[in-house]
């Protein structure tokens, strides 16, 4: 959420209002202090080591990468209205299969002909890869009407809290308790995201309150 307002107001100019700051703050930070807290002595027994700088350095690409085409999908929605959500994502999709089409069949040992004679040898793997880009394809109808109907920001606002709910819920079914910090940080994420309804909803009663001055 942090790079998608960071790379909308430095890249395009846009402005977010300070309880919108607020909120993001809240979430991420909650998110953040969630996985950088100490865990439980049964989850760390579990853990493996880690390259952590390589991991954050990754992490931070993904994240301005992401931000950036967050951004822009608001501009291009913002500065061509008549652009649907189905134009925006046939776009990102035709790019993407490109640049990947590229890199795994862009020369003779590319690992995108490895690929292809796996699934030859097994192919109840490639039906279980054709019903995973099924339903990834489905999803992404969902995620470019969000985007086109209420911005890139409540896009990334629910797909970070779906995420945080899997971390949470997966953790506690496997047996895996939270930590003090950990149950604060779910705290703190909550506490974002219901003031950010509560500022909603007081929007739209202000909204209806001058439809029916009109």
């Known amino acids: 959420?942090?790079?998608?307002?960071?790379?909308?107001?430095?890249?395009?100019?846009?402005?977010?209002?300070f309880p919108e700051y607020v909120c993001t703050l809240l979430v991420a930070g909650g998110v953040s202090f969630f996985?950088?807290?100490k865990t439980s002595s049964k989850t760390i027994?579990?853990?493996?080591?880690?390259?952590?700088?390589?991991g954050y350095g990754l992490c931070?690409?993904?994240?301005a990468f992401d931000g950036f085409t967050n951004a822009t999908q608001d501009?291009?929605?913002?500065?061509?209205?008549?652009?649907?959500?189905w134009d925006i994502m046939l776009?990102?999709?035709?790019?993407?299969?490109?640049?990947?089409?590229?890199?795994m069949f862009g020369w003779p040992t590319a690992s995108g002909f490895e690929a292809v004679q796996f699934c030859k040898q097994?192919?109840?793997?490639?039906?279980d890869i054709f019903l995973y880009c099924l339903c990834g394809a489905v999803g992404q109808n969902f995620i470019f009407l969000t985007i086109s109907r209420f911005g890139s920001l409540t896009n990334t606002t629910?797909?970070?809290t779906r995420k945080f709910v899997s971390i949470v819920v997966s953790s506690l079914l496997s047996g895996n308790p939270l930590s003090t910090r950990q149950w604060g940080s779910v705290v703190m994420v909550f506490t974002g995201l219901s003031y950010q309804i509560y500022l909603k909803w007081k929007k739209l009663q202000r909204m209806q309150k001058k439809r029916k001055a009109m």
């Open 158 to 160: 629910i797909t970070t």
């Open 35 to 37: 996985a950088l807290s």
């Open 1 to 17: 959420m942090i790079p998608v307002m960071l790379m909308g107001t430095l890249v395009y100019g846009i402005r977010y209002t």
């Open 91 to 103: 776009g990102m999709n035709l790019w993407g299969t490109l640049y990947n089409l590229a890199f």
């Open 45 to 54: 027994s579990k853990l493996a080591h880690p390259n952590a700088p390589l």
């Open 122 to 127: 097994h192919p109840e793997a490639a039906w």
């Open 75 to 85: 501009s291009i929605s913002a500065r061509y209205p008549k652009t649907s959500a």
């Open 60 to 63: 931070f690409l993904n994240l």
